[in-house]
């Protein structure tokens, strides 16, 4: 037999490795910008087209390269930072493997135009798929320009698997951020398809966190500084009132260089404990300067996690320093959460305070059993849908919330045919055998063969109103109740892109608002079926951060975030005491819906516990 093990050639082998360091536009962009601030750049320029998918360019006017350092700069492991193993453990460049421009070059067409100081030519190189196509002298500014187009052209298969132009433009510019922000000495801009989305002059770190996250900041922040042998903590917290539902804003780098760590942030998060609401984030900054030796930023390929030599020492001083700063300077809190805009008006499901239980029976009435129920298992009649109490007839009128009739009345549009639940008496042991109690303002519980039946009220209820939303974004049913004054809302370049993710689907669900340029956009409607004192500006924000709802569909769509934003805005609301024939018709709604047993987060509406259960209870 022959011999088979052969060297993988070049090419094959930086395609390899460019599946590690090069996964989407957005590591491009970070690989190119780290490379301009290792070069020393005091400028900065990134520009974009199709998000990154098309073109990737960033140009500098850092120290550039002499002809052969530009040729060289494409070979795997060639790095100009570390030239021998011990350097490992003092590595203060972002980049040191030597592998990212061999790796880009491997999936896409590269043009680099670089000058070295104290050259007259430049030169120009041009590498597609790792073949140099070719190398020219040219005429070009002290510095380097790398163009990266056509990202995976060779690898359909990785080009199949880019997010939309909004997903990976966020990724892009996600990755500018971090670079932007730990570097306020130097001057960055960002232009995306023509359009200038960030120009941050050179300045010092808190204008430079304004500059990014947006004017609001300058009053938000609190400076940190502490310092040990050890380790120096600064940088800014955001105040604890200016929090918000969705992560995006915590930052968080270790010896200039970015880095993510849950660790870190539960000692952050400590430091805030009851300054926070439930599920809310503050926004923060934190530089942490320590001796390389002590960190180990190598353990993982894209270079975002770090080990301390001494973390349960770097968690408590974290904290501390924290805790200090939001005691010295917010001498105040403001707790008042409701008043916010920064905070949603959706509480957590653990939050609402409890009403005192009363509780009514019905012992004859079983709505699963359709000669008891009547006619309440049909689909709702048209005079019915068109009387606008129905819904109060159905769910029952909640006391003090009047005006979320017309929310209910709008949502409770047919939904096509309500189905009876599929059960039989005495056939199924989850069937009903007896009435509905509700217990406090919460749950449900009903008598089944097995035991007793929960049912969780507020999910029951955001079941049901996610799935009348999606119904009525299927068949564009929604109506929109334009303001009588149109609200002008500004967005930092991060929100807009959110922003024009999901305003198609926005407008889809009854939401009216335009692009005004400059930042700003223009909320002239919102859905009819939103209470008519609700605040537009908040919602359309709580929205644009929601961006995790936490649909539990692997192919969850932008419809499916609305629908289910607004499905909680009404449930919220509906931790009431209800009328029996109000929780009968839940009820049967609920079991109407495609999923009664669980709400669109995945968690669980119905718990029966079985007579065994209860036995132990007692
Ligand atoms: P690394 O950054 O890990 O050294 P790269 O593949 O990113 O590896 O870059 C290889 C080398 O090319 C760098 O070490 C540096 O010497 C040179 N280089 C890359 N980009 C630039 C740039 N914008 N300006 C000057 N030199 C650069
Ligand atoms: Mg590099």
């Known amino acids: 037999m022959s011999d088979i093990i052969k060297l993988l050639p070049d090419s094959v082998a930086n395609q390899i490795a460019a599946g590690e360091v090069v996964q989407r536009p957005a590591s491009v962009v970070k690989e190119l910008l780290e490379n301009a601030v290792d070069?020393?750049?005091?400028?900065?320029?990134?520009?974009?087209?199709?998000?990154g998918?098309?073109?990737?360019?960033?140009?500098?006017?850092?120290?550039?390269?002499?002809?052969?350092?530009?040729?060289?700069?494409?070979?795997?492991?060639?790095?100009?930072?570390?030239?021998?193993?011990?350097?490992?453990y003092s590595i203060r460049t972002l980049g040191f493997r030597g592998e990212a421009l061999a790796s880009i070059a491997a999936v896409a067409q590269v043009e680099m135009r670089t000058r070295a100081k104290d050259f007259e030519l430049g030169t120009e190189l041009i590498v597609e798929a790792s073949r140099v196509k070719s190398q020219s002298p040219c005429s070009a500014p002290v510095g380097t320009s790398v163009a990266v187009k056509n990202l995976f052209f060779n690898v359909p298969a990785r080009r199949k698997f880019l997010k939309t132009y909004h997903t990976e433009l966020r990724h892009a510019m996600d990755e500018f951020i971090r670079v932007a922000l730990v570097n306020n000495n130097i001057t960055f801009s960002f232009i995306s398809d023509g359009k200038t989305l960030y120009h941050l002059h050179k300045s010092n770190l808190k204008q430079r966190i304004v500059g990014v996250l947006g004017k609001e900041y300058n009053e938000r922040l609190l400076p940190i500084d502490a310092k040990t042998e050890y380790v120096s903590i600064s940088g800014f917290v955001g105040k604890p009132e200016f929090s918000k539902k969705s992560k995006g804003e915590q930052f968080f780098f270790v010896n200039n260089r970015f880095i993510r760590s849950p660790f870190l942030h539960h000692s952050v998060?400590?430091?805030?404990?009851?300054?926070?609401?439930?599920?809310?984030?503050?926004?923060?900054?934190i530089f942490f300067e320590i001796a390389p030796e002590d960190i180990d930023i190598n353990i993982h390929p894209t270079k975002t996690e770090i080990k301390f030599t001494n973390e349960q020492?770097?968690?408590?001083?974290?904290?501390?320093?924290?805790?200090?700063?939001?005691?010295?300077?917010?001498?105040t809190p403001s707790l008042d959460f409701d008043d916010n805009p920064g905070i949603s008006i959706i509480p957590g499901r653990h939050q609402t305070p409890t009403a005192p239980p009363t509780?009514?029976?019905?012992?004859?009435?079983?709505?699963f059993d359709v000669r008891t129920?009547?006619?309440?298992?049909?689909?709702?009649?048209?005079?019915?849908?068109?009387?606008?109490?129905?819904?109060?007839?159905?769910?029952?009128?909640?006391?003090?919330?009047?005006?979320?009739?017309?929310?209910?009345?709008?949502?409770?549009?047919?939904?096509?045919?309500?189905?009876?639940?599929?059960w039989e008496e005495d056939s199924h042991d989850d069937a009903p055998q007896s009435g509905f109690l509700q217990i406090g303002v919460q749950y449900i519980v009903t008598n089944v063969k097995s035991g007793?039946?929960?049912?969780?009220?507020?999910?029951?209820?955001?079941?049901?109103?996610?799935?009348?939303?999606?119904?009525?974004?299927?068949?564009?049913?929604?109506s929109c109740q334009r303001l009588m004054f149109p609200k002008t809302i500004e967005l930092n370049p991060a929100e807009i892109v959110k922003m024009n993710e999901i305003l198609p689907e926005m407008k889809l669900s009854g939401f009216d608002v335009a692009d005004f340029g400059q930042h700003t956009f223009i909320i002239h409607g919102i859905p009819a079926s939103l209470p008519p004192d609700s605040d537009p500006e908040k919602i359309v924000r709580d929205l644009i951060e929601t961006?995790?709802?936490?649909?539990?569909?692997?192919?969850?769509?932008?419809?499916?975030?609305?629908?289910?934003?607004?499905?909680?805005?009404?449930?919220a609301k509906k931790r009431t005491k209800m009328t029996e024939e109000a929780i009968n018709n839940l009820v049967n709604e609920l079991f109407a819906t495609s999923m009664p047993t669980t709400a669109p987060d995945g968690s669980a509406i119905i718990k029966i516990l079985p007579i065994e259960e209860l036995d132990k209870l007692l």
């Open 359 to 367: 509780i009514r029976v019905n012992p004859d009435y079983n709505p």
């Open 547 to 571: 961006e995790d709802i936490g649909i539990k569909n692997a192919e969850h769509n932008g419809c499916q975030r609305v629908a289910l934003f607004l499905a909680r805005l009404v449930a």
């Open 269 to 285: 998060e400590k430091a805030y404990k009851e300054l926070l609401p439930e599920n809310s984030y503050p926004a923060y900054c």
């Open 313 to 331: 020492m770097v968690y408590a001083f974290l904290s501390a320093t924290v805790k200090r700063s939001l005691g010295q300077f917010s001498i």
């Open 39 to 51: 070069a020393g750049a005091t400028e900065i320029q990134l520009i974009l087209k199709d998000a």
């Open 53 to 88: 998918s098309t073109l990737i360019q960033v140009i500098d006017n850092g120290g550039g390269m002499t002809e052969s350092d530009a040729r060289m700069s494409f070979e795997r492991h060639a790095t100009s930072k570390i030239t021998k193993a011990d350097d490992l």
């Open 373 to 422: 129920t009547g006619g309440l298992k049909r689909e709702p009649a048209k005079e019915e849908l068109d009387d606008p109490d129905y819904m109060d007839k159905l769910f029952g009128k909640p006391e003090e919330a009047s005006a979320l009739t017309k929310l209910e009345t709008e949502a409770y549009a047919p939904i096509g045919q309500v189905i009876a639940p599929n």
């Open 452 to 478: 007793m039946m929960l049912i969780h009220q507020q999910r029951a209820f955001e079941r049901i109103f996610f799935e009348r939303y999606l119904k009525k974004n299927e068949t564009k049913d929604c």
